[in-house]
């Protein structure tokens, strides 16, 4: 086995794009040490997913196959990662909600050291430097993991989509290791959010809405000119928390971090928690109508308006512009 | 039921935080300090759990400094019967050394139930209730948005917050809980119950006494100020926004 482990991520037999990304971590890692890395990705009937993972450079695919693995649950998948990554050097996953639930727990096994969203990594083998956000972005430190096995989950935003190297990975099917007897916990069920849309995480264009929206009903403001750019919808905790919106849509600290090339803010204050969820789009635009929110910060394009007179026009004028 | 909860102190959410020139940490002037966010709806969510059900009892813990007796006060005025303190010094913690404080608490107080927040906003670390769930062998549910007793007090049902929606997981007790911001909106303590709190049992145990290996798996050498972002351009028309982002920003 190689000593770098990428724990892949599958929802519904898909490879989550987020794995994509901690990918390109792993060849980092690879190239710093002169590893080689696998990955691993855990389930129950996902023999065929191999294909989805080929060709990416990694040493070997491996499919932990068991019944305890249907649905995602804590206990038999730290199990099951923990084992399957023993004798590794470095365990990596993309920070997902999945990897923020099970990776501490897979560390915990493993008796390693874990930085958690980690940025960047930096310095020489053996001396490793991972950069990790804290209050919210506004400090970053650089943190040294002393155990033999390190484990990070990573920022997808900061790490490219891996591009497929055109090399062929064997694919490896194994049962899992997974002791029922310990797990106390069941999977009941997903309320999924369904949508057409671009996931939030993917999307090259966001538009997001604020308590400035002032109810749920008006929230569809910000999904037609969501749709009339293709892009994905997200939202400030406000709302989420008021009940307009899916949690699922929750940009910010607390939230999904997103990096896309246009971000557009509407109604939105710009606070600490959400800023560190979107200041590292590329081009961030502000509609707001006070001058002095601090969204205005780290806007490229400010408009100082009330949203509901300039959305309808901005909607629709970029709708004529795409003809 | 027995329910621990921890209530760990952090910088008020509110407050700006700036790294120093020295770069050594942060600039603390003008900064608050109070009970993490998520810990008072910890809190809040054992007091409602203590009112659901019978002989139930809230032991409130925190691992820090002196300061720190302040959080455990709070958590007492909130309502929660008796605090603990696990003196150690902020720079001598990681994840891993709080999770197996924690741990060792667990054994000596053997709760049904853990309460946390999902993640202290100081350092984002969202690590500790995972790794005591899996020091202990217990199960877990991360980001609560709703909590529910099962049949006769063995065990929760737990709606999560995740990528793609809600979950929604069951658990047998003993487990471990983190709270999302949605679970509830906590109580402020009341004045009879910060008198109350006075006279509420406080004790004080080292991590030494505890047996608790203080070895660092995780350390923080340096520290940087993030990338910097400068205000842009006001701009006054929707036409001329348009404008700036097809030929300036080229990204529609
Ligand atoms: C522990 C913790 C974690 C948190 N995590 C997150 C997080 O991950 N993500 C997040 O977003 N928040 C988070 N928050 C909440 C955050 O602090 C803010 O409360 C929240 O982001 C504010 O949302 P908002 O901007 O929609 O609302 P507000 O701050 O109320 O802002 C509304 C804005 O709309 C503008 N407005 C009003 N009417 C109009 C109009 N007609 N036209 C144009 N503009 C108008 C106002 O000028 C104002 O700036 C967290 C808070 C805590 C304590
Ligand atoms: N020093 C501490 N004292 C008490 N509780 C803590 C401490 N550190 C972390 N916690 C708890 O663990 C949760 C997750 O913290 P973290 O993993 O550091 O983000 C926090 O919300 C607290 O409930």
């Given at each position: 086995?190689?000593?770098?482990?990428?724990?892949?991520?599958?929802?519904?037999?898909?490879?989550?794009?987020?794995?994509?990304?901690?990918?390109?971590?792993?060849?980092?890692?690879?190239?710093?040490?002169?590893?080689?890395?696998?990955?691993?990705?855990?389930?129950?009937?996902?023999?065929?997913?191999?294909?989805?993972?080929?060709?990416?450079?990694?040493?070997?695919?491996?499919?932990?196959?068991?019944?305890?693995?249907?649905?995602?649950?804590?206990?038999?998948?730290?199990?099951?990662?923990?084992?399957?990554?023993?004798?590794?050097?470095?365990?990596?996953?993309?920070?997902?909600?999945?990897?923020?639930?099970?990776?501490?727990?897979?560390?915990?096994?493993?008796?390693?050291?874990?930085?958690?969203?980690?940025?960047?990594?930096?310095?020489?083998?053996?001396?490793?430097?991972?950069?990790?956000?804290?209050?919210?972005?506004?400090?970053?430190?650089?943190?040294?993991?002393?155990?033999?096995?390190?484990?990070?989950?990573?920022?997808?935003?900061?790490?490219?989509?891996?591009?497929?190297?055109?090399?062929?990975?064997?694919?490896?099917?194994?049962?899992?290791?997974?002791?029922?007897?310990?797990?106390?916990?069941?999977?009941?069920?997903?309320?999924?959010?369904?949508?057409?849309?671009?996931?939030?995480?993917?999307?090259?264009?966001?538009?997001?809405?604020?308590?400035?929206?002032?109810?749920?009903?008006?929230?569809?403001?910000?999904?037609?000119?969501?749709?009339?750019?293709?892009?994905?919808?997200?939202?400030?905790?406000?709302?989420?928390?008021?009940?307009?919106?899916?949690?699922?849509?929750?940009?910010?600290?607390?939230?999904?971090?997103?990096?896309?090339?246009?971000?557009?803010?509407?109604?939105?204050?710009?606070?600490?928690?959400?800023?560190?969820?979107?200041?590292?789009?590329?081009?961030?635009?502000?509609?707001?109508?006070?001058?002095?929110?601090?969204?205005?910060?780290?806007?490229?394009?400010?408009?100082?308006?009330?949203?509901?007179?300039?959305?309808?026009?901005?909607?629709?004028?970029?709708?004529?512009?795409?003809? | 039921?027995?329910?621990?909860?921890?209530?760990?102190?952090?910088?008020?959410?509110?407050?700006?935080?700036?790294?120093?020139?020295?770069?050594?940490?942060?600039?603390?002037?003008?900064?608050?300090?109070?009970?993490?966010?998520?810990?008072?709806?910890?809190?809040?969510?054992?007091?409602?759990?203590?009112?659901?059900?019978?002989?139930?009892?809230?032991?409130?813990?925190?691992?820090?400094?002196?300061?720190?007796t302040?959080?455990i006060r709070?958590?007492l005025?909130?309502?929660?019967?008796r605090g603990i303190r696990?003196?150690?010094?902020?720079?001598?913690?990681?994840?891993?050394?709080?999770?197996?404080?924690?741990?060792?608490?667990?054994?000596?107080?053997?709760?049904?139930?853990?309460?946390?927040?999902?993640?202290?906003?100081?350092?984002?670390?969202?690590?500790?209730?995972?790794?005591?769930?899996?020091?202990?062998?217990?199960?877990?549910?991360?980001?609560?948005?709703?909590?529910?007793?099962?049949?006769?007090?063995?065990?929760?049902?737990?709606?999560?917050?995740?990528?793609?929606?809600?979950?929604?997981?069951?658990?047998?007790?003993?487990?471990?809980?983190?709270?999302?911001?949605?679970?509830?909106?906590?109580?402020?303590?009341?004045?009879?119950?910060?008198?109350?709190?006075?006279?509420k049992p406080l004790t004080e145990?080292?991590?030494?006494?505890?047996?608790?290996?203080?070895?660092?798996?995780?350390?923080?050498?340096?520290?940087?100020?993030?990338?910097?972002?400068?205000?842009?351009?006001?701009?006054?028309?929707?036409?001329?926004?348009?404008?700036?982002?097809?030929?300036?920003?080229?990204?529609?």
């Open positions: 086995m190689s000593e770098i482990i990428v724990l892949a991520e599958q929802q519904a037999g898909k490879i989550v794009k987020a794995t994509l990304h901690a990918l390109t971590a792993a060849r980092q890692l690879a190239q710093k040490t002169g590893a080689t890395f696998d990955i691993v990705v855990a389930g129950q009937g996902i023999e065929g997913l191999g294909a989805q993972l080929n060709g990416y450079g990694a040493a070997r695919v491996v499919i932990l196959e068991h019944p305890a693995l249907l649905n995602y649950t804590a206990q038999a998948y730290a199990q099951a990662f923990a084992a399957a990554a023993s004798g590794a050097k470095f365990v990596i996953a993309a920070t997902t909600a999945i990897a923020k639930d099970v990776l501490p727990r897979v560390a915990a096994r493993l008796g390693a050291g874990m930085a958690a969203d980690v940025l960047a990594i930096t310095g020489e083998a053996g001396a490793l430097i991972y950069k990790r956000p804290m209050w919210a972005g506004n400090v970053i430190a650089h943190v040294k993991i002393n155990t033999p096995v390190h484990v990070l989950s990573v920022r997808p935003t900061e790490f490219a989509l891996a591009e497929p190297t055109g090399t062929t990975s064997p694919v490896v099917v194994v049962k899992a290791t997974v002791d029922e007897a310990k797990l106390r916990m069941t999977y009941v069920g997903l309320e999924a959010v369904e949508s057409s849309r671009p996931a939030l995480t993917d999307a090259s264009v966001v538009v997001s809405g604020g308590r400035g929206l002032k109810e749920a009903a008006n929230f569809k403001i910000v999904e037609k000119l969501a749709d009339t750019l293709g892009a994905a919808v997200g939202a400030s905790r406000a709302v989420v928390d008021a009940g307009w919106v899916p949690n699922d849509w929750q940009v910010g600290q607390t939230g999904k971090v997103v990096a896309p090339k246009l971000y557009i803010a509407v109604g939105i204050s710009g606070a600490i928690q959400h800023l560190a969820g979107m200041k590292g789009s590329k081009t961030i635009v502000a509609i707001n109508k006070d001058a002095d929110a601090p969204i205005f910060q780290v806007a490229d394009y400010g408009l100082v308006a009330d949203l509901f007179s300039v959305m309808p026009e901005l909607t629709e004028k970029l709708a004529a512009r795409k003809g | 039921m027995k329910i621990l909860v921890t209530a760990k102190r952090v910088t008020d959410p509110n407050s700006k935080i700036v790294l120093r020139p020295d770069r050594q940490g942060i600039v603390t002037d003008n900064v608050d300090f109070k009970m993490n966010p998520f810990c008072e709806i910890a809190v809040e969510e054992a007091l409602r759990l203590r009112d659901k059900t019978e002989d139930s009892e809230i032991v409130v813990v925190t691992v820090g400094d002196e300061e720190t302040k959080e709070t958590a005025a909130m309502g929660a019967d696990v003196a150690a010094d902020e720079k001598s913690l990681d994840s891993d050394v709080v999770a197996r404080i924690l741990m060792k608490l667990c054994e000596q107080e053997k709760p049904d139930l853990v309460l946390l927040g999902k993640q202290a906003i100081d350092g984002d670390n969202n690590q500790v209730a995972q790794l005591l769930a899996e020091y202990l062998g217990w199960p877990q549910a991360t980001f609560a948005y709703k909590f529910e007793l099962t049949e006769g007090n063995k065990g929760a049902r737990v709606q999560r917050e995740v990528d793609g929606g809600v979950e929604t997981v069951s658990l047998t007790f003993p487990a471990v809980v983190t709270t999302d911001l949605r679970l509830n909106e906590p109580r402020y303590a009341s004045l009879p119950g910060i008198m109350k709190a006075k006279k145990v080292t991590p030494a006494e505890l047996g608790v290996d203080m070895t660092l798996k995780v350390t923080t050498v340096a520290f940087e100020p993030p990338p910097g972002r400068t205000a842009g351009v006001k701009v006054k028309t929707v036409e001329e926004l348009i404008e700036k982002l097809a030929t300036e920003a080229k990204c529609i």
